[in-house]
Nanobody
Framework: QVQLVESGGGLVQAGGSLRLSCVASGTVFSINDMDWYRQAPGKQRELVAAISVNSGTNYVDSVKGRFTISRDNAKNTVYLEMNSLKPEDTAVYYC??????????????WGQGTQVTVSS
C-alpha cells in the first residue's frame, strides 16, 4: 500500500546536472531515514546519500561536494541534486526509506529505480 516512485533520471553530458525526486505515496504515517542508492552494471548497489528525519546528511566520498540530498517532509519527498556529473555516476538510482504504514510498524521500502546516464 506504500510506494516509492522515483523520477528525474535521464541522459546528460559530463559536467551537467540532474535532479532526482522520490515520492512516498499510500498510507504513510511517518518516515525516518530516506536514502539514495545506485547500482552500475556489474557492480554492487552502493549507498550514495542519506538524510535523517532531522535532515542530517551523509554522502559517499565520491559524490561529496557534487551531490546534495534534501527532503520535504510535508510532501513525503526526498530529492537528490546532482551537479558536475561524471561518466562514473552512470547507474540506476534507487530511493529507499523507512516508513511507518497502516500496521503501525516501520518497514524498509524501495523504489523501482531511475536510470542516470552520463556521456563523456
Amino acid at each position: 500500500q506504500v510506494q516509492l516512485v522515483e523520477s528525474g533520471g535521464g541522459l546528460v553530458q559530463a559536467g551537467g546536472s540532474l535532479r532526482l525526486s522520490c515520492v512516498a505515496s499510500g498510507t504513510v504515517f511517518s518516515i525516518n531515514d530516506m536514502d539514495w542508492y545506485r547500482q552500475a552494471p556489474g557492480k554492487q548497489r552502493e549507498l550514495v546519500a542519506a538524510i535523517s528525519v532531522n535532515s542530517g546528511t551523509n554522502y559517499v566520498d565520491s559524490v561529496k561536494g557534487r551531490f546534495t540530498i534534501s527532503r520535504d517532509n510535508a510532501k513525503n519527498t526526498v530529492y537528490l541534486e546532482m551537479n558536475s556529473l561524471k561518466p562514473e555516476d552512470t547507474a540506476v538510482y534507487y530511493c529507499n526509506a523507512d516508513i511507518k504504514d497502516h500496521t503501525g510498524r516501520f518497514w524498509h521500502y524501495w523504489g523501482q529505480g531511475t536510470q542516470v546516464t552520463v556521456s563523456s
